[in-house]
């Protein structure tokens, strides 16, 4: 794990938009079309509205989310929905979206047709994640009912419930993630740092997220 301190916030959001943005022409660059993972939630909005002004090959690059919550994409709640607002806007309106959630009833019955797509754009180019300071990161819980199978199963998308998540998710598998050719978790504030620190101490099952830090880049600002 590398970690990446910066003075503040808007320092971050600009400086990490641009890291992202250069590992996308890079691999643009090696292949014809790349994927590129990104966390919803409060912490990534900044950095789409940097990224989706640069101007890179948008029409080669396929979007995803790392986990999606099961809610309509009309939802305030919905992370296909701050992607569209914005990262798939301006220049990146022609990114081509791989969706993570379809119009069913539950996870379950939506997830054979979305896991065979997916499973045609990995494994994943670049990809940023968040982290909760519970020590989750896309939506793979402390406690969740899938737990085990997210960290040590085959599947690449696996639906998830946690008692800290208020609706049911889906999430991209401990082994998606770690399969990113490119890795990044932006996180801000003392207590994910303190958190980070924790979960380096931890086993998967107790902090999922240690399940991916290696080979990772972590980008911290206090605020
Ligand atoms: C989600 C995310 C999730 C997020 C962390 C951090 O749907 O909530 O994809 O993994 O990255 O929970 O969330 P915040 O950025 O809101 O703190």
Redesign the pocket.
């Known amino acids: 794990m590398e970690f990446v301190e910066y003075p503040d916030v808007e320092a971050m959001m600009i400086g990490l938009a641009g890291v992202l943005a250069s590992q996308l022409r890079q691999h643009l660059s090696t292949q014809d079309t790349v994927s590129f993972a990104v966390?919803?939630?409060?912490?990534?909005g900044p950095i789409f509205d940097s990224l989706c002004a640069v101007d890179i090959d948008w029409d080669r690059v396929h979007v995803m989310?790392?986990?999606?919550?099961w809610v309509p994409e009309d939802s305030a709640?919905s992370?296909t929905r701050l992607l569209r607002q914005r990262l798939l806007v301006g220049r990146a309106a022609q990114a081509k979206y791989v969706p993570l959630y379809s119009d069913h009833a539950t996870p379950e019955d939506g997830l054979p047709g979305l896991a065979a797509q997916l499973e045609t754009h990995l494994p994943v180019s670049v990809m940023l994640?968040?982290?909760?300071?519970d020590m989750?990161?896309?939506?793979?819980f402390p406690g969740a009912d899938r737990l085990h199978d997210a960290l040590h199963g085959d599947d690449v998308l696996v639906p998830m419930r946690a008692p800290g998540?208020p609706e049911p998710?889906v999430?991209l598998s401990a082994g998606v993630l770690a399969g990113a050719m490119e890795r990044h978790i932006?996180?801000?504030g003392t207590e994910?740092r303190e958190a980070l620190e924790r979960a380096r101490t931890l086993t998967p099952d107790e902090a999922p997220v240690a399940a991916i830090l290696k080979g990772t880049k972590v980008h911290w600002a206090e605020s």
């Not at 966390?39 to 990534?44: A, L, R, S």
């Not at 989310?65 to 919550?69: H, I, S, V």
């Not at 989750?136 to 793979?140: C, D, G, N, V």
Request: charged share 20%; no cysteine; glycine share 14%.
């Open positions: 966390p919803g939630g409060t912490t990534p989310l790392t986990d999606e919550r709640r992370n994640l968040g982290m909760g300071a989750h990161t896309a939506s793979i998540a998710r999430t932006v996180i801000i994910k």
